[in-house]
């Protein structure tokens, strides 16, 4: 027992001035006007804190917390009438998941002739679906689940960092046609908000299924409000919150031994991520020619990032909070379910 004491103790020493200082730079991201200053300010600050050798660890949780505020907020935009709409792009949706397939077999085929690795290792750092999922699938085909994590860290990290301020400088703010149902906050509703998002991790829980506690409340709250009954806002402080959390869970993924372990390998991840956002625009480019919808949209809808990274960008600068949302959902849904056939086939092809 005193041990466990100990252990939550210590902890508790490492987390108490990771959020003093995810706080403090979310703040001065914020004076600085950037984007997504309540996510990248502590990403940054804790990711180069630890790689400095700070001993700074993200609260037991947090990620998951701040998943569900991130999720209960987009469930928000899902009403009747956007949902009918959503059906008039379903080509589309469909369209940007299978391609986000191709296009990381392209970067696996890339990461395995660079980095001198096998190719299961090479395939499941590549493919843009969810970290733990890939390193999952990869472990059981002999991958370095080490290297697949870390490849998907720096991922991420890039893509948050890279496509807000990239749309940011080109403009792309406060174009978006949609808005949630619930504006404001109304006190008697929020338990009715927090109840159908519950509702929703409980039944990806149950199922099984990975990003319970972003996609739980998504559905909860997305099929209530498709409903039409009246909900509550979320407070901005949850929202600002739950983007100061993630920042926090991805930062603290860095440390001092990151780069050094495998210099080469993570060299190229870096060199796929940049490949990967590249063709994720020129997939964008390519939709904008046939769908009626805004590059800056098709463009955060075919990034390679994470599902809650993505939906709060796009609810951030107001970009099409219901399609991308749809988009990227369907994105790891495709890549969990085809990697393994597809890395069936990519290992044929390489031989």
Same mark, same amino acid.
């Given at each position: 027992?005193?041990?466990?004491?100990?252990?939550?103790?210590?902890?508790?020493?490492?987390?108490?001035?990771? *959020? /003093?200082?995810?706080?403090l730079? +979310?703040?001065?991201?914020?004076?600085?006007?950037?984007?997504?200053?309540?996510?990248i300010?502590?990403?940054?600050?804790?990711?180069?804190?630890? %790689? #400095?050798?700070?001993?700074?660890?993200?609260?037991?949780?947090?990620?998951?917390?701040?998943?569900? @505020?991130?999720?209960?907020?987009?469930?928000? =935009?899902?009403?009747?009438?956007?949902?009918?709409?959503?059906?008039?792009?379903a080509?589309?949706?469909?369209?940007?998941?299978?391609? &986000?397939?191709?296009?990381?077999?392209?970067?696996?085929?890339?990461?395995?002739? *660079?980095?001198?690795?096998?190719?299961?290792?090479?395939?499941?750092?590549?493919l843009?679906?969810?970290?733990?999922?890939?390193?999952?699938?990869?472990?059981?085909w002999?991958?370095?689940?080490?290297?697949? @994590? +870390? @490849?998907h860290?720096?991922?991420?990290?890039?893509?948050?960092?890279?496509?807000p301020?990239? *749309?940011?400088?080109?403009?792309?703010?406060?174009?978006?046609? =949609?808005?949630?149902?619930?504006?404001?906050?109304?006190p008697?509703?929020?338990?009715?908000?927090?109840?159908? &998002?519950?509702? !929703?991790?409980?039944?990806?829980?149950?199922?099984?299924?990975?990003?319970?506690?972003?996609?739980?409340?998504?559905l !909860?709250?997305?099929?209530?409000s498709?409903?039409?009954?009246?909900? &509550? #806002?979320?407070? #901005?402080?949850?929202?600002?919150?739950?983007?100061?959390?993630?920042?926090?869970?991805?930062?603290?993924?860095?440390?001092?031994?990151?780069?050094?372990?495998a210099p080469?390998? %993570?060299?190229?991840?870096?060199?796929?991520a *940049?490949?990967? /956002? #590249?063709?994720?625009?020129?997939?964008?480019?390519? %939709?904008?020619?046939?769908?009626?919808?805004?590059?800056?949209?098709?463009?955060?809808?075919?990034?390679?990032? !994470?599902? @809650?990274?993505?939906?709060?960008?796009?609810?951030?600068?107001?970009?099409?909070?219901?399609?991308?949302?749809?988009?990227h959902?369907?994105?790891?849904t495709?890549?969990?379910?085809?990697?393994?056939?597809?890395?069936?086939?990519?290992?044929?092809?390489?031989?």
């Amino acid at each position: 027992m005193s041990n466990t004491l100990q252990g939550i103790a210590a902890h508790g020493r490492q987390v108490l001035p990771t *959020l /003093i200082l995810a706080l403090l730079a +979310a703040l001065l991201a914020q004076a600085a006007t950037l984007p997504l200053p309540w996510m990248i300010g502590p990403l940054f600050a804790v990711a180069g804190a630890r %790689m #400095a050798g700070w001993r700074l660890s993200a609260p037991r949780g947090g990620r998951q917390a701040g998943q569900w @505020a991130i999720g209960a907020a987009l469930g928000l =935009y899902f009403s009747p009438s956007v949902v009918a709409e959503l059906t008039h792009h379903a080509p589309l949706v469909v369209g940007a998941a299978v391609a &986000s397939l191709v296009l990381g077999v392209a970067c696996a085929w890339i990461t395995l002739k *660079l980095a001198r690795v096998d190719a299961p290792t090479a395939f499941f750092a590549a493919l843009p679906g969810g970290a733990s999922e890939m390193a999952t699938l990869a472990e059981r085909w002999g991958g370095a689940v080490d290297r697949i @994590a +870390a @490849a998907h860290a720096l991922r991420v990290m890039m893509v948050v960092s890279l496509v807000p301020l990239a *749309l940011t400088v080109a403009g792309a703010h406060g174009t978006d046609a =949609y808005a949630p149902l619930a504006r404001e906050v109304d006190p008697q509703r929020i338990p009715l908000l927090i109840a159908a &998002s519950l509702v !929703g991790v409980c039944i990806f829980k149950v199922l099984r299924i990975a990003n319970a506690w972003v996609l739980g409340p998504l559905l !909860g709250v997305g099929v209530v409000s498709a409903m039409a009954i009246p909900l &509550s #806002a979320l407070p #901005a402080w949850v929202i600002n919150g739950g983007q100061l959390l993630i920042g926090c869970s991805l930062g603290s993924r860095f440390s001092r031994e990151f780069f050094h372990a495998a210099p080469r390998f %993570m060299a190229v991840a870096a060199l796929s991520a *940049l490949l990967s /956002i #590249a063709l994720g625009f020129a997939l964008a480019l390519a %939709m904008a020619q046939f769908a009626d919808v805004p590059l800056a949209t098709l463009a955060l809808a075919t990034a390679p990032g !994470g599902v @809650a990274e993505m939906c709060i960008t796009a609810k951030v600068l107001q970009l099409g909070v219901p399609l991308i949302t749809a988009c990227h959902v369907l994105r790891v849904t495709v890549l969990t379910l085809g990697a393994q056939r597809a890395f069936i086939a990519f290992r044929k092809l390489v031989g």
